[in-house]
């Protein structure tokens, strides 16, 4: 016999994105089974662990993102890479605030596992070539690409929390990448003084 609809593991995932995103992530599975109409039994027959769960809406919020991110031309300048990596980034988060907020607090909460977090970053490839490249050929300050994607990404979540506009979101980008790039005046580091 056929499942009905609302049992398939994609309405469960849209309810606990939707319930993680109005109660915060501490919440049931058995009020994630209530959202999406579905036993707390039926939830475990496709979720056996609320871990599993998680990490299953984790790497599908990262996997949607980093497809709205497309593919990139290698053949433009950096600059221009990281720009449509941000325009496209932002254009997404603006209208999946929801996904965005739940992705952060499970990010930030670490209750998404190593490995779900390795199989998100994973599929953020294509940005992370441009920030390697960028370091690689000294595009970018002396500061570690961890911390230095860390910013990026600070700085993306503050132009969607402020609401900024396109104008405001083209300044904003040009704060960031001043910030993170080599200028020919740049001051020498504590040590170089």
Do not use: C
Not at 40 to 47: D, S, V
Not at 165 to 190: C, H, M, R, Y
């Amino acid at each position: 016999m056929a499942r009905p609809k609302e049992h398939k593991p994609a309405a469960i995932i849209a309810a606990a994105l939707s319930v993680f995103y109005d109660e915060g992530v501490t919440v049931s599975t058995a009020r994630i089974a209530q959202a999406a109409g579905v036993s707390n039994g039926t939830l475990f027959n496709y979720f056996p662990t609320k871990q599993a769960l998680i990490d299953t809406l984790y790497v599908s919020i990262k996997t949607e993102m980093a497809n709205a991110l497309g593919t990139l031309d290698p053949s433009i300048p950096i600059e221009q890479r990281m720009r449509q990596i941000w325009d496209r980034w932002f254009d997404w988060a603006r209208t999946h605030r929801d996904a965005r907020h739940v992705m952060n607090l499970l990010h930030q909460s670490e209750l998404a596992s190593v490995e779900a977090q390795a199989t998100g970053a994973a599929a953020f490839q294509t940005a992370g070539e441009v920030l390697h490249e960028a370091q690689a050929t000294g595009v970018l300050v002396d500061l570690p690409l961890d911390h230095l994607a860390a910013l990026i990404q600070q700085q993306l979540d503050q132009a969607v929390i402020s609401e900024l506009d396109d104008e405001q979101a083209d300044i904003a980008f040009g704060v960031l990448w001043n910030g993170i790039t080599q200028s020919p005046n740049q001051s020498p580091t504590k040590d170089q003084s």
